[in-house]
């Protein structure tokens, strides 16, 4: 994070800490902008004074410039490990346990709904690529991003990518056009990088027409929010939908909302899984299967104690695993579970 050619911040182990490298001046970071989006097609200046592109490696990159930048000229990289994340790598960092870890792959084979719900720079896209990893290998699957980051392993994979528009403002590609355009494909799953916009509908519509196992992301700050923005983002397609077909909409497309954040401690954790239960009038019922302990406190160095647990509530979608012979642990639930046995 680079906010000025004297002020450089890095992000290590979730903690944003000061570098001492510097640029000479505002013309050397502005040189070294240049050459950034210039690999990469796109061109920043007075005229289009912002960039955000993705880097040969995979990387993100976002340029900012005077006017706009107040302060001089502002860079923002994010860097991907080149092997992706695994379950297990996940769950030694603590962000899940193997417990939820064993519902959510069943979750994924029984073809639920998921939403990976979370903040800014919170994992949801790391959290997101673990849960593809789960879907079978004779499945066809779609991924739709704004800058390609999932790294998907599977055989039967096609990945599109959004564009914007043009110098002339002309070219554009939506998140909404691929979603329209990937249902003519055939797919088995479709994969959204992230819903921030009309394309909202549009996947909760795919979702209610027979692509069930779709997987996507949105930024909330709890189950119950990630239900608010789906309502606002819905909206903002412009079908004048009454609150109530929106929410049914919502109620019969999702299954499950799983929710990641950044704790105080730089760590990220899965703080909830919650199912979306059903409808009581003109509200969303949504029913808590994993909530992380924080009564658990903190160690010396300031590190939370605490883990995901079961609630030992049954969800509905259980059924579902019966039917297809999907077998799970009676731990994973915790309580008595005769059901599970």
């Not at 979702?207 to 949105?218: C, E, F």
């Not at 199912?275 to 160095?301: P, R, W």
């Not at 259980?318 to 999907?326: D, K, S, T, Y």
């Amino acid at each position: 994070m680079v906010n000025g050619a004297d002020t450089i911040y890095v992000e290590q182990k979730g903690k944003l800490t000061r570098s001492p490298v510097r640029f000479d001046d505002e013309a050397h970071l502005r040189r070294v902008i240049d050459r950034i989006v210039s690999k990469v097609g796109r061109r920043i200046d007075e005229s289009s004074p912002l960039v955000d592109a993705r880097l040969m490696d995979g990387s993100r990159v976002n340029a900012i410039i005077p006017p706009l930048a107040v302060n001089g000229s502002t860079l923002t990289i994010r860097k991907f490990s080149k092997d992706a994340l695994g379950v297990n790598d996940l769950i030694g960092f603590g962000t899940m346990t193997p417990d939820m870890a064993d519902l959510l792959r069943a979750c994924v084979q029984a073809r639920l709904n998921i939403l990976v719900s979370g903040g800014t720079g919170t994992g949801k896209t790391t959290l997101l690529n673990v849960l593809s990893s789960f879907i079978p290998n004779n499945e066809r699957i779609i991924t739709i991003e704004d800058a390609v980051e999932l790294q998907l392993q599977q055989e039967h994979l096609v990945r599109l990518e959004s564009r914007p528009a043009n110098v002339e403002g002309r070219g554009e590609v939506t998140i909404r056009d691929l979603v329209k355009n990937s249902l003519r494909m055939r797919p088995d799953r479709i994969v959204v990088g992230e819903c921030r916009g009309a394309e909202a509908l549009d996947m909760l519509q795919a979702m209610n027409t027979g692509h069930d196992g779709s997987l996507s992301t949105v930024h909330a700050n709890a189950p119950r929010d990630a239900i608010a923005r789906l309502e606002t983002l819905i909206l903002m397609a412009g079908m004048d939908l009454p609150l109530r077909a929106i929410r049914e909409q919502i109620t019969s497309a999702v299954d499950l909302i799983v929710q990641i954040q950044r704790l105080r401690d730089g760590t990220r954790r899965v703080v909830a899984v919650t199912e979306v239960h059903g409808m009581e009038g003109q509200t969303v019922t949504l029913q808590d299967i994993f909530l992380f302990d924080y009564s658990a406190g903190i160690d010396a160095n300031g590190k939370f104690l605490g883990k995901p647990v079961a609630t030992g509530v049954r969800p509905k979608f259980a059924e579902r695993f019966e039917e297809l012979g999907i077998v799970l642990s009676p731990r994973v639930f915790g309580g008595n579970q005769e059901w599970l046995r």
